[in-house]
């Protein structure tokens, strides 16, 4: 309801009947402009958390506000290197859930549902840094970075070959916990083989 609700307000009627965006919504597409400027007189980025300090000088009215979009923020103070890092890093978040889906699959159904499911919450990741910049911020996106190492973790995990010799004892987990967590008592149960770089 309150996703419906914030979506409709996005456009209002004025006392003419003529429909317009919020004020929320159109300062948005100025402050854009002005970090286009910005970064037109500064190719290499004004710098890190300096945006705030400097869009003012290029959205008059809006000084110490945030980009509401991480990639424009990206490029107007990390210019076009910070830019390409941060979609490198994006591309490597959809590789990591490629694979996870990859490693999973064959697993069974509920491990099928976690590589799709972390699938949904790197692209949800994604599109919510369109519109606003919670990339950075760790009360938000804290979460979804140990959710990227376990996955990550658990991919290595389901696609490592199991070695034939000195099979390790698995873990004794209670039966009730087993019921209750089954991929955790799975893990648990798997031996892990080690690498040289372990």
């Keep these: 309801t309150s996703v419906t609700t914030r979506v409709t307000e996005t456009q209002q009627k004025t006392d003419r009947g003529t429909e317009q965006l919020d004020v929320s919504t159109a300062s948005r597409g100025e402050i854009w402009s002005g970090a286009m400027r910005m970064w037109q007189d500064h190719p290499w980025g004004v710098g890190l958390r300096r945006f705030p300090r400097n869009i003012g000088h290029y959205s008059p009215g809006y000084a110490g506000y945030d980009a509401h979009n991480y990639y424009v923020l990206t490029l107007a ?27 999973l699959a064959p697993v069974d159904a509920e491990s099928r549902a976690l590589g799709i499911g972390f699938t949904v919450a790197v692209i949800a990741m994604a599109l919510s840094n369109l519109y606003g910049s919670p990339f950075v911020e760790g009360s938000v996106m804290a979460n979804f970075w140990v959710l990227c190492g376990l996955m990550e973790y658990y991919a290595l995990r389901c696609a490592a070959p199991t070695p034939a010799a000195q099979p390790s004892a698995p873990v004794n987990v209670p039966p009730r916990a087993r019921d209750r967590f089954p991929l955790a008592a799975r893990m648990s149960s798997r031996p892990r083989q080690l690498s040289g770089k372990d």
């Design 77 to 103: 103070e990390l210019g076009p290197l910070g830019a390409a890092a941060l979609l490198w890093l994006m591309w490597r978040l959809w590789r990591l859930a490629g694979r996870v889906r990859r490693a």
